[in-house]
């Protein structure tokens, strides 16, 4: 092929528009790890990172918060994708209700839904009008809190993952999909999950995506419930200090950035149409 | 006749409120962890300091200058980032999926957006101070290479309504993307050919075939960036030392920090904002109805 | 009939899924107490308080305590007044856990947080609370906290506790100019000077004047320098009025990470924040504390047991840890001016190190809670309109 067919072949503006992006995103975080590398006078180095990383609780609250991060995806996607599915076939009137609280996360401050929860479920459990006790309250023990602060994440990480799987359901003809499958004498819970579930993928993982952002970032619900989670304890090694939140913000930056590829790998959520326009 | 079962116009043999247990599960779970633990704010904007019932906190919010000020700058800045970020994020998942980028770009670009969606708050302040503050390295670059002091010749201040803007725009474009990219991803090649077969230019193409199949898309995408915007208060906080009074500074004025104020006007103001994103909504909605139109 | 075995199924694996979770959870989390008794080695050597504790009443503080076996606390980040080194000290000394709640967590989240867990006895109910000031009266006011009196109670000045011992101040500084040297050599000297032209775009609050209370004391505390006086914060507005039209006023939140990029070359904050701020910059860059020679004001904090507390004997054990010789010299070392330390000075009992290392305080002035107060509304009500933070206009 001739040099100028080869040339023509390049999308120039796509290439124009991801270079810009790339240069805004990556500048800040340049500056920021820029700043980082400078504890030390006049050299460059690694020091605050070092810091940093020295304590074991650094790992342990990592992985925690990635494992809360994990089990709110999966009870958010039991959740949502149902819904959203009944709501698209059968019931479109409740659409609207639905998306509006799916938008309410957005304007309930999170102290207030922390408060909220803490207050109504430090008390036990009892069948109404009764005195009958089902189950301890949920913030006496670790299982009742974990389950609180999981419920929490999943309001939190609501509006994008309703929008995320509703958008992929608007592209996917779920109609058409769900006329098929259950001329072939599907049952519901088969439609969903070998049916619907796979052709959502890309839209999944862009709501795993964002959900598992918001977890492993998150303070006030973690700091006011008492779970040992990564966002508290990054503010308690460092927010004071000059040098070390910079290398902590990014060093939490690149490792949820690696956890999320590995998400991307497994889940092998790439689109179809990857051709030229 | 599987076709009829699925119609929800024509009559089902399953009764009315039977549809309703499918949404159940939801709507249970919102009404245990979102509506209840949120009844405080309904409750607490029409208590007083003292606890007794007033409405004192809701006229407040029409009688005061600075509140009605707050939720309108609150509204500008929401609906810019929305636009703006709408814009170019769609720009960015069209360059990495119909617009031919190689693949391992895409992956690149979805996964760094997961992060960043989140990137905001003190962190997200400091790399833009540090990137374009008065002692920022980008602006210390443009006065070496350019000769231009940015913050003494130019009008430029990041500690403003557009440095804001764009210091926002940082998780608005990725929300963006993430959202956009698998709708992107439906367009199908076969609809490209057939218009092309039909002698239709690029031009013609996205404005009769694409755009319409993607609206509803968009406005989704671009209601959940205005709320995203709308709730958002650390990185203002940190970016603008709470001088830029969007609602949400306002509202954590009231009901956090050192010193004591009214709580209840803080839930009022909550309450307002829930209103406005409810009209936000129907807004929405509409245009949400009149775009599907197209595709039936 | 398969959605009710899915539906079991889900259950099953939510439970195992959670408990998984608490099990890593939990090993981050517990502390295996101590097996013995540490023997009342608690309250140090001859206190010349009248009311001299008992060996009897400490031993039985410290089992109850030690059955409680947890203490919950809130709002301590650990660089504030050496907080880190006290948690682990009294975590060694006496076995307990500590669960430490939101540390970022400000006066009003505290009081707020007990509200909140006025039925909980889980850990997230805070037993103990550091706050502001004002919020002493305003929270026993609303029965939130219950009074103890410390065995050293007698050695805290007067006008800096609650006379039926609700909550006592608990340390204090003076608010200083913490100055990065490298961007700015000249280190200011007091107030006025912040006013020169060459700190043009270089001085920044440590918080919003609206909301925090460092802030508004800030504004407070310039009054003082600039023909103010404790009764009268107006001259406060003024000053910052000027220095923002000057455009030396930089309208950010000032933390160490910018005072160290030289984007708020000098910050204005309590003296222990800013020594504590040079210490961790270990010379990169090099940095400056000056407590300003006019207009010097001291900020006191209370301490306070929550009236809801699940662990009220852990609460009581921890107050009387941080009140005795040992938790206020540790409160020094973070370069807080502990209560009791005119007490301590008295009976000799400071290191000399650590008090070469405070600055000199003199003539620092102790408003009163009605001062506090009236200034507040006067800064919060006026800050915008005098001091013309403008919001920008947009199209």
């Not at chain 1, 670790?142 to 602060?149: A, H, N, Q, R, S």
């Not at chain 1, 959502?200 to 598992?212: D, H, K, N, P, Q």
């Not at chain 2, 230019?201 to 995408?221: D, E, H, K, M, N």
């Not at chain 3, 009003?108 to 997230?124: F, H, L, R, S, Y």
Request: glycine share 8%; proline share 5%; hydrophobic share 50%.
């Amino acid at each position: 092929m001739s040099l100028l067919a080869r040339i023509r072949r390049i999308p120039f503006w796509s290439w124009i528009w991801f270079i810009l992006g790339a240069l805004y995103f990556l500048l800040p975080l340049y500056a920021t790890v820029n700043f980082s590398l400078r504890m030390e006078r006049d050299v460059i180095g690694f020091k605050a990172y070092i810091r940093a990383f020295e304590d074991p609780e650094f790992l342990e609250t990592f992985l925690y918060s990635n494992i809360l991060a994990l089990l709110t995806i999966i009870a958010s996607i039991i959740l949502i994708v149902p819904t959203a599915y009944w709501i698209r076939l059968r019931l479109p009137e409740a659409r609207r209700i639905v998306e509006f609280i799916t938008l309410l996360p957005f304007v309930v401050p999170a102290i207030i839904l922390v408060f909220g929860l803490i207050r109504i479920y430090s008390s036990p459990i009892k069948i109404p009008f009764t005195d009958i006790r089902l189950l301890q309250p949920l913030t006496t023990f670790e299982v009742g809190t974990d389950i609180l602060i999981v419920a929490g994440y999943v309001v939190l990480g609501l509006p994008y993952m309703y929008r995320s799987v509703d958008t992929g359901m608007r592209t996917v003809d779920v109609r058409t999909l769900t006329e098929a499958a259950q001329s072939l004498g599907a049952s519901w819970f088969t439609i969903i999950t070998r049916v619907i579930l796979p052709n959502i993928r890309a839209a999944l993982l862009s709501g795993a995506l964002l959900t598992f952002a918001i977890v492993v970032g998150e303070v006030t619900l973690a700091s006011f419930l008492g779970v040992p989670a990564f966002g508290p304890y990054l503010f308690l090694l460092g927010q004071h200090r000059a040098y070390e939140p910079a290398a902590l913000s990014f060093a939490s930056f690149l490792m949820t950035w690696l956890a999320m590829g590995l998400i991307q790998l497994f889940t092998g959520g790439q689109g179809q149409a990857a051709g030229t326009h | 006749m599987a076709q009829t079962a699925l119609n929800p116009k024509v009559s089902l043999p399953v009764s009315d409120w039977k549809k309703w247990l499918g949404v159940f599960p939801f709507f249970l779970f919102a009404i245990l962890f979102l509506v209840l633990p949120s009844l405080r704010l309904v409750i607490g904007s029409f208590t007083n300091n003292e606890g007794q019932f007033t409405f004192a906190n809701l006229l407040q919010l029409f009688q005061e200058k600075s509140i009605l000020d707050a939720y309108w700058l609150s509204i500008r800045i929401s609906a810019a980032t929305a636009i703006g970020g709408g814009i170019f994020g769609f720009l960015l998942a069209y360059s990495v999926t119909v617009g031919g980028l190689p693949k391992p770009l895409r992956s690149a670009l979805i996964t760094f957006s997961g992060v960043a969606s989140n990137f905001a708050g003190v962190p997200l302040a400091f790399a833009f101070i540090a990137t374009l503050g008065r002692t920022g390295f980008v602006t210390a670059l443009i006065k070496n290479l350019f000769g231009v002091n940015l913050y003494q010749q130019t009008d430029f201040d990041l500690y403003s309504f557009w440095g804001l803007s764009l210091t926002y725009m940082y998780f608005q474009f990725p929300l963006m993307v993430l959202i956009m990219a698998p709708a992107l991803d439906g367009l199908k090649q076969e609809w490209r050919e057939a218009a092309e077969n039909l002698g239709a230019s690029t031009t013609q193409y996205w404005l009769r075939v694409a755009f319409p199949v993607l609206l509803p898309s968009i406005l989704g995408s671009m209601i959940l960036l205005f709320g995203n915007a709308f709730g958002a208060y650390a990185t203002a906080y940190a970016l603008t030392g709470g001088r830029l009074g969007i609602i949400t500074i306002q509202i954590g004025a009231q009901i956090r920090g050192d010193v004591l104020h009214n709580p209840g006007l803080g839930y009022a103001m909550a309450m307002g904002m829930v209103v406005v994103m409810a009209i936000s909504l129907m807004g929405y909605s509409w245009l949400q109805k009149r775009s599907e139109r197209w595709l039936r | 009939m398969r959605t009710k075995n899915f539906a079991y199924y889900l259950i099953a694996l939510f439970v195992i899924a959670a408990t998984l979770l608490s099990a890593c959870g939990g090993a981050a989390a517990t502390e295996a107490p101590a097996a013995a008794t540490e023997a009342p080695a608690m309250t140090e050597a001859p206190v010349a308080a009248t009311e001299a504790p008992a060996v009897d009443p400490m031993a039985d503080l410290i089992a109850a305590a030690q059955a409680e076996g947890m203490l919950s606390t809130i709002a301590l980040p650990h660089d504030w007044c050496n907080y880190g080194e006290a948690i682990e000290t009294f975590k060694a000394k006496y076995g307990l856990e500590v669960n430490e709640l939101n540390p970022d967590a400000g006066s009003g989240d505290e009081v707020e947080a007990i509200k909140a867990n006025k039925d909980n006895t889980g850990p997230q109910a805070p037993d103990v609370i550091d706050v502001g000031f004002a919020f002493g009266d305003s929270s026993k006011a609303e029965g939130l906290i219950q009074p103890y009196k410390v065995a050293t109670w007698d050695s805290i000045p007067d006008d800096a506790k609650d006379a039926e011992g609700y909550w006592y101040g608990d340390y204090y500084g003076v608010l200083s100019f913490l100055v990065n040297t490298d961007v700015q050599p000249d280190v200011p000297q007091d107030w006025a000077d912040l006013l020169d032209p060459k700190y043009n775009g270089q001085v920044a609050l440590s918080g919003d004047p609206r909301t925090s209370n460092q802030a508004i004391q800030t504004v407070f505390a310039s009054a003082l320098a600039n023909g103010g006086s404790l009764d009268d914060a107006q001259a406060g507005l003024d000053f910052f009025a000027e220095m923002n039209t000057a455009g030396n006023l930089v309208p950010l939140i000032a933390n160490n990470g910018l005072v160290a990029t030289g984007e708020t070359a000098v910050r204005i904050t309590w003296d222990y924040n800013a020594l504590a701020a040079v210490d961790s910059f270990e010379g990169n860059p090099k940095a400056e504390v000056v407590v300003p020679a006019t207009g010097r004001f001291a900020g006191v904090y209370v301490q306070a047991i929550s009236a809801y507390a699940p662990h009220p004997n852990a609460a009581k054990l921890w107050m009387e840890f941080l009140y005795s010789d040992e938790g206020q010299t540790i409160w020094m070392k973070g370069y807080c001016h502990p209560i009791r330390e005119a007490d301590m000075r008295e009976r000799g009992v400071i290191p000399a190190d650590l008090l070469a290392k405070l600055p000199d305080v003199s003539g620092a002035v102790f408003p009163t809670l009605d001062q506090l107060n009236a200034a507040k509304e006067l800064i919060v009500a006026n800050w915008d309109s005098t001091v013309g933070a403008d919001v920008q206009a947009a199209p």
